[in-house]
């Protein structure tokens, strides 16, 4: 995901898929998938709005 958002597929204030979308794309466990949101949070590349889901951080 830090590749496809560096590369522009999903530019500053766009919205991630979904975690059921993530899981089916990368063929994955939950848990990755969540150790994987975690970790852009944590680099600053994403943020997670209320109601809304998780956008690229501007």
Known sequence: MA??????????GSKLPSRRE??????VAEPVIDR???????KGMTETLPGVGVIVAE
């Open 36 to 42: 994987a949101m975690q970790v852009l949070r944590i």
């Open 22 to 27: 993530l899981i089916e794309h990368y063929e």
């Open 3 to 12: 590749e496809r958002i560096a590369s522009g597929e999903f530019p500053p």
